[in-house]
């Protein structure tokens, strides 16, 4: 069969377009809310391919009939047909042998997938079997036997389980812990221990003990601007007792022109509070009118 036998006698839609384009509409008239249409450039395109189409089949057609009227041999063209033809059944035999493999793996694979679940209602069902074995049995196990305990007016009394072997030993054992004239080796450990325990005294009293101390950052205020800050830090240094050491100062502005004397110092916990401090500063009225601590 020659290539143009074949490309006539091949069913071809070539007005798919138009069909679809009235069948759109159709459904846009019936829903009662049309669509917005293609754009004019799809549409031209969709028109010069379905024009080409017609000229091809046209041309086709025209091909035929001379072919036919002449009753010539093929042209050069049927063979490239034929090849173009052989190659497509080709083609299409390869792709049936790989269905075909497909639906071989398929099938393995439900074999293999019924065997996984035939196992499984299997062991499920040794499982029930087990269950209804377990709840048929008694469970009742009995717990030991205790021995009967005696009851004296309500009150349980304990039973003596000792021999009579070991009740001497211990009688025996009681005998040697009571000592009537005393001993000599009592009183040399009661002097051995009275020697320890006063070593152990100086030892501990040599050792130097642990001074706890706190850093405290102090805030001094004036009343005024005016105030004399030199003869305020004065004041505040004058403050003096055991335990108790002034470090650096400076002066930190507050604000409309009055400045705050910030102030360190280090004390002993034992020794020196801060409410001690705060009381000793705050005797200088003319200088200070508030302070404030940070530890």
């Not at 497509?88 to 075909?100: F, K, P, R, T, Y």
Request: aromatic residues 6%; negative net charge; hydrophobic residues 35%.
């Amino acid at each position: 069969m020659s290539a143009v036998d074949f490309l006539a006698k091949e069913k071809i839609w070539f007005d798919k377009p138009r069909y679809d384009e009235a069948e759109r509409r159709f459904y846009e008239h019936m829903n009662g809310s049309p669509q917005p249409t293609k754009d004019a450039g799809a549409n031209t395109i969709l028109q010069d391919i379905a024009r080409a189409r017609e000229n091809i089949q046209k041309s086709l057609a025209g091909l035929k009939t001379t072919l036919c009227n002449r009753g010539s041999a093929q042209p050069p063209i049927s063979q490239h047909s034929q090849l173009s033809t052989g190659s497509s059944i080709s083609s299409s035999s390869a792709d049936h042998g790989e269905l075909v493999s497909r639906i071989k793996s398929l099938e393995l694979e439900n074999q293999s997938l019924h065997k996984v679940v035939e196992n499984l209602r299997a062991a499920l069902s040794k499982l029930e079997c087990r269950v209804a074995v377990l709840e048929k049995s008694p469970a009742a196990v009995s717990p030991a036997s205790a021995p009967p305990v005696p009851y004296t007016n309500g009150t349980a009394v304990q039973q003596k389980t000792s021999t009579p072997a070991k009740e001497e030993e211990e009688e025996e054992e009681d005998d040697d812990d009571i000592d009537l004239f005393g001993s000599d080796e009592d009183e040399e450990a009661d002097k051995l221990k009275e020697q320890r325990l006063k070593e152990y005294a100086e030892k501990k009293a040599k050792k130097p003990a642990i001074i706890a101390k706190s850093s405290i950052l102090l805030d001094v205020k004036p009343w005024d601007d005016e105030t004399d800050m030199a003869k305020l830090e004065e004041c505040v240094r004058s403050v003096q007792a055991d335990g108790l050491l002034w470090g650096t100062s400076k002066l930190v502005p507050v604000g409309y022109g009055i400045k705050k004397l910030q102030i360190a110092c280090v004390v002993e916990d034992d020794k020196v509070g801060t409410d001690m401090l705060e009381e000793e500063i705050t005797k200088f009225e003319d200088y200070v009118s508030l302070v404030q601590y940070f530890c």
